[in-house]
């Protein structure tokens, strides 16, 4: 086995034993980014020379019998809306495209004191708004599984790259699905945590109250590692929540004795793929053999969660995405007559299709006339999702779902139906809504050979019960399969 | 047709906390352009605020201090804007549920001290935007962030001011109490508080209220003033002539003594307020809310009200007193030693050690002088040991050196003297060199007396007792 197709806890292990060293592993993953990015496309900044530069501090480090974090010398990589102190971060917009923080986000500190070695920024969506990643002002990335099909949405790049071996663990953010979905299409794992558990200073904001930073990997215990690395109370944010976090990575169950898991029949309806049900279903039933019981339950405002979304988040979004105007940083367009001209110019020019839709969405939804219909009446529905949520969570200890509807779509396939691409957020938007933790696993594959993801969703700060009912599922499926070989 | 003004007040007053409201810069003033912000008062991508406590508790004490009831559960929202001084695009502030409102503050009118109630509509916080800056050397303009994010409360009235004047005694009462309340520095030339005017008028006796204009960019309390009645004017010229005010916004132009269109109603902007994701909901203690209205100081009016009721100040005294709250302490400090007249306290205070202040642009702090020092020199006074006039000589000393009123009166021989032998010379010496006022005031003129004791005074180089001096004259000239 290849060193890049290695797990970070495996990869620990090696480190630790003196079987490789980090400059070889940072190497092995720089000669994947070599041998495969110009195919898979996952990568908007290389960091590899800085990655080296990294590694060989770790391993001076374990030279000097120096105690190390357990995700020291792991190469990871980054979504490009979390700010690197001095390494580009463009939340892949034209608007950003020269913009480097002055600051490092506080995952992104958080990581760097525990020696993580850093591989680049990873392509999303514009300002993570899209469930393709086609949104992406610089390039399209593919799906490592199929290069013609797209890897998912917003953190297109984030699964793309972990997937494909070209980064051993990812961060990705998770607004109504941006972290769940691409893990779905790529065949990897994402967890989005509870809103408040990971600080989200320095991560460059699309809809505050639903935003959320995560872990993404091959494996669980990789996603529970990396998790456990980044979450934690942050003053600098003031959603984020004080409270005691285990180690989420050592404290993993090995049975599903005493776990209920319950199956919303509204996640089943007609609009998702009988072959994605079927994947689902059979999931459920691999946890019964591991000796959860199955239960059926009702969360019936699932129905409204879609738009109560758009409104929410593209409201948030349009007040957001205002500071970019072209006065301070970013871009700003060329010829301009007069201070409202070079508004319109830099925001025309500089904002792609997408962003341009949600900003005029939400300023609408805000207008005065039209915020009591729209973005109060969304905040209602709001309280109601997460109370139903609360309510089924007295009977249940996990909730399954698929996903996504469908495996991965086409390149191009929704590049001129929004709506479609919309309706690809239904099973994971009441998750933000709610502010509730969630997990994406493989659970098989479609007809077209491409992953089937299905979803694990836990009551707020369940996180340890989650990720523990996720590994005792890829122990009874015997792992999520290999890297794609791609070369 | 007579009419009736109709005023409203906005008044925007910077808070002195050390910090700013939504991040860890310092609250000053001053500094270099552009080097007093941080990536969070910037409103860099990914940054997010987090509010400054001391900014909430200087807000409830404001509120307490005008009669407000405290929203103990409120939220901050989004005033959503485009403008290249306020770099994230939004202005946090509060939009429904402000962290104080229905409040009052009776403000006092005349001599007499008689008040009006002036309702509070409500106080809010909210963060201060950026400067632009004009230059010649440059075509377009410039920004300097340093004051983004500096703490402000907005205090918004009632339309229940009926005149500039009254107006103008509301803005003063506001500054003292931010001034007692040590919560702003209250210092206009930097532009630490601000007022938006709201003007209308009607005819007299009519309780339909006529259309009002807004008026902006009022830097000082003089220029509210002369905006109110330039605005007040201008509707009535504009009624008088048959036309009808039109609902907007403008700018007041002090150097020009004019106002300027800057909107109408129908431009008028949609700020589309939303709550503030970013920040959790202000959730205030009951015992919080208590404690910090039992550390309310008493407040000006009151402190004029007891000045002229228990120590008989006129209005006047009373009110220059409890205008500066170190005037006011040597002033209760004296009066609780005791031993003189208050009013001759609040003359001293008011007059020679007022004008001494004014003259080195110095605060009382920065003298040497005491409560102790100065009863001490005002029962010297009282007593005849010294004259009003020596006083003047003796201040200017006991307020600059570590000395006495008594060592000062020793040592510059100032007492008065009250010997007639000692000044009968100086009598007989004055009246001979006065044989008209003299004819004068057999003639029955009186009051010719008030000039010759003067005379006497300058020939006794200000030592002589006045009183005495008065009956050695009248003495005098009924033995001639």
């Given at each position: 086995m290849e060193l890049y197709e290695r797990s970070a806890a495996q990869l620990g292990k090696m480190l630790r034993a003196k079987e490789c060293s980090a400059v070889e592993i940072a190497q092995a993953i720089n000669d994947r980014i070599v041998a495969v990015e110009d195919k898979v496309e996952a990568y908007i900044t290389l960091a590899g020379d800085q990655a080296l530069e990294q590694a060989r501090a770790v391993d001076a480090k374990i030279a000097a019998g120096e105690n190390l974090a357990p995700l020291a010398g792991i190469p990871i990589g980054i979504k490009d809306n979390i700010c690197t102190k001095g390494v580009l971060t463009t939340c892949a917009s034209k608007m950003l495209y020269n913009f480097e923080p002055p600051y490092n986000a506080t995952v992104v500190d958080k990581l760097l004191k525990q020696n993580i070695v850093c591989t680049g920024k990873l392509n999303m969506d514009e300002f993570a708004m899209g469930s393709t990643c086609e949104n992406s002002y610089f390039k399209k990335t593919k799906n490592p599984h199929d290069l013609d099909y797209v890897p998912g949405g917003s953190s297109g790049g984030s699964a793309a790259a972990v997937a494909a071996g070209e980064a051993v663990l990812a961060l990705g953010s998770d607004t109504g699905g941006s972290i769940r979905e691409p893990a779905s299409y790529c065949g990897i794992v994402g967890l989005k945590p509870t809103y408040g558990s990971v600080s989200r200073y320095g991560l460059v904001a699309f809809a505050s109250s639903l935003d959320q930073i995560g872990p993404m990997g091959r494996t669980v215990e990789d996603v529970a590692m990396l998790y456990s690395a980044i979450c934690g109370h942050d003053?600098?944010?003031?959603?984020?929540?004080?409270?005691?976090?285990?180690?989420?990575?050592?404290?993993?169950?090995?049975?599903?004795?005493?776990?209920?898991?319950?199956?919303?029949?509204?996640?089943?309806?007609?609009?998702?793929?009988?072959?994605?049900?079927?994947?689902?279903?059979?999931?459920?039933?691999?946890?019964?053999?591991?000796?959860?019981v199955l239960k059926e339950i009702s969360l019936p405002s699932t129905d409204y969660a879609l738009s109560a979304y758009y409104i929410i988040s593209s409201a948030e979004a349009s007040s957001n995405l205002a500071r970019y105007d072209g006065v301070k940083y970013g871009y700003r367009c060329e010829n301009f007559d007069s201070l409202t001209d070079m508004y319109e110019k830099t925001r025309s020019e500089g904002f792609g299709d997408e962003v341009k839709r949600r900003i005029m969405l939400g300023t609408f939804v805000l207008s005065s006339g039209y915020f009591d219909a729209y973005y109060k009446r969304a905040k209602l529905l709001q309280k109601q999702i997460a109370d139903e949520f609360a309510q089924a969570f007295k009977g249940c200890d996990v909730i399954l779902t698929p996903t996504s509807p469908s495996t991965a779509f086409k390149l191009g396939e929704c590049t001129d139906d929004p709506l479609k691409m919309y309706a690809a957020d239904i099973c994971t938007v009441t998750v933000n809504i709610a502010g509730l933790p969630a997990i994406s696993l493989p659970c098989g594959k479609g007809a077209n050979g491409l992953p089937i993801g299905m979803q694990l969703i836990g009551s707020k700060m369940s996180e340890a019960t989650l990720l523990s009912t996720a590994h005792c599922y890829e122990k009874a499926v015997g792992g999520f399969g290999p890297v794609p070989k791609l070369v | 047709m007579e009419y009736e003004v109709v005023v409203g007040l906005e008044v925007h007053a910077e808070l002195s906390t050390k910090t700013k409201i939504y991040c860890s810069c310092k609250n000053s003033f001053g500094s270099e352009v552009n080097s007093n912000c941080c990536p969070v008062c910037t409103g860099m991508p990914g940054t997010l605020p987090t509010l400054n406590e001391k900014v909430v508790e200087y807000a409830v004490r404001m509120g307490h201090a005008l009669n407000c009831s405290i929203n103990r559960i409120c939220k901050q929202d989004r005033k959503n804007y485009f403008y290249p001084d306020l770099p994230k695009a939004y202005q946090i502030s509060q939009f429904d549920i402000p962290l104080c409102e229905h409040g009052y503050l009776d403000v006092i009118l005349d001599e007499q001290g008689n008040t009006k109630r002036i309702g509070v509509t409500r106080i809010h916080i909210e963060e201060d935007a950026g400067k632009l800056i004009h230059e010649d050397r440059f075509s377009g303009s410039l920004v300097d962030l340093n004051r983004c994010g500096v703490p402000l409360i907005e205090i918004v009235s009632e339309p229940d001011m009926r005149s500039s004047a009254e107006a103008k005694a509301y803005l003063d009462t506001i500054r003292s109490i931010l001034q007692y309340l040590d919560i702003s520095d209250c210092k206009m030339q930097e532009g630490s508080i601000r007022c938006d005017v709201n003007v209308s008028v009607h005819p007299k006796g009519s309780d339909k209220f006529g259309t009002r204009c807004e008026m902006k960019n009022v830097n000082s309390f003089s220029a509210a003033v002369r905006a109110i009645d330039y605005e007040a004017n201008r509707q009535i010229e504009l009624l008088e002539a048959g036309g009808t005010v039109q609902q907007e916004t403008r700018r007041w132009d002090d150097m020009r003594g004019q106002s300027y269109v800057m909107r109408s109603k129908e431009?008028?902007?949609?700020?589309?307020?939303?709550?503030?994701?970013?920040?959790?909901?202000?959730?205030?203690?009951?015992?919080?809310?208590?404690?910090?209205?039992?550390?309310i100081p008493e407040l000006p009016n009151a402190k004029i009200k007891r000045y002229m009721t228990d120590y008989a100040l006129p209005h006047f005294d009373a009110n220059l007193l409890a205008e500066n709250l170190d005037k006011a302490e040597l002033f209760e400090e004296a009066v609780h030693i005791g031993g003189c007249q208050p009013k001759n306290l609040s003359n001293w205070i008011l007059g020679d050690i007022s004008r001494i202040l004014n003259e080195k642009n110095i605060q009382l702090q920065d003298t040497k002088l005491t409560a102790q020092k100065l009863t001490d020199m005002v029962k010297l006074i009282e007593k005849g040991t010294i004259s009003n006039t020596s006083g003047k000589t003796v201040i200017e000393v006991i307020m600059f050196e570590d000395k006495s009123p008594e060592k000062v009166v020793k040592e510059k021989n100032l007492a008065q003297i009250s010997d007639t032998s000692a000044l009968d010379a100086i009598v007989q010496e004055v009246l001979a060199n006065n044989p008209k006022p003299i004819e004068d005031y057999k003639k029955g003129k009186t009051n010719v007396l008030g000039f010759l004791v003067g005379q006497c005074m300058k020939a006794s180089k200000g030592q002589g007792n006045p009183a005495i001096l008065k009956e050695l004259i009248e003495r005098f000239i009924q033995e001639a």
């Open positions: 003053p600098m944010d003031a959603t984020s929540v004080h409270r005691d976090y285990p180690d989420f990575a050592s404290g993993m169950k090995d049975d599903l004795k005493g776990i209920t898991v319950g199956i919303p029949k509204e996640y089943y309806g007609p609009g998702v793929d009988e072959e994605v049900k079927k994947a689902v279903m059979d999931g459920a039933k691999m946890l019964e053999s591991c000796g959860a | 431009d008028a902007q949609d700020y589309r307020y939303f709550p503030e994701p970013d920040l959790l909901t202000i959730v205030l203690e009951e015992e919080y809310v208590k404690q910090l209205k039992n550390s």
